[in-house]
Nanobody
Framework: QVQLVESGGGLVQTGGSLRLSCAASGRTFSNYAMGWFRQAPGKEREFVAAISPSGGTIYYGDSVKGRFIISRDNAKKMVYLQMNSLKPEDTAVYYC?????????????????WGQGTQVTVSS
């Protein structure tokens, strides 16, 4: 069992930066692939980024590639999402997710555990 708690969301102007954090509980965090997803009002949940248990494999969604950076600290059981050059279209609730696998996947249904989400709003 893994519990996830996101933090770091807020209101930022276009071009600004935010760093999201995800704190995980559970003894086997280092066995889990981790992902970040987002969901805007009226839209489906969208893949943002994912990282393998070792951190050696990373994927990004096309809309955030080159602007966002995912990282993890297994000793602290933390996952981070550094978001730079933010745009109004990045506005959404951002969710942290865990997948009990060494394989990194981009699909929503492949993740076993989810946090409650943190709101990110980018003003124009």
């Amino acid at each position: 069992q893994v519990q996830l708690v996101e933090s770091g969301g807020g209101l930022v102007q276009t071009g600004g930066s935010l760093r999201l954090s995800c704190a995980a509980s559970g003894r086997t965090f280092s066995n889990y692939a981790m992902g970040w997803f987002r969901q805007a009002p009226g839209k489906e949940r969208e893949f943002v980024a994912a990282i393998s248990p070792s951190g050696g494999t990373i994927y990004y969604g096309d809309s955030v590639k080159g602007r966002f950076i995912i990282s993890r600290d297994n000793a602290k059981k933390m996952v981070y999402l550094q978001m730079n050059s933010l745009k109004p279209e990045d506005t959404a609730v951002y969710y942290c997710a865990a997948r009990n696998s060494m394989v990194v996947i981009r699909t929503v249904d492949s993740y076993d555990y989810w946090g409650q989400g943190t709101q990110v709003t980018v003003s124009s």
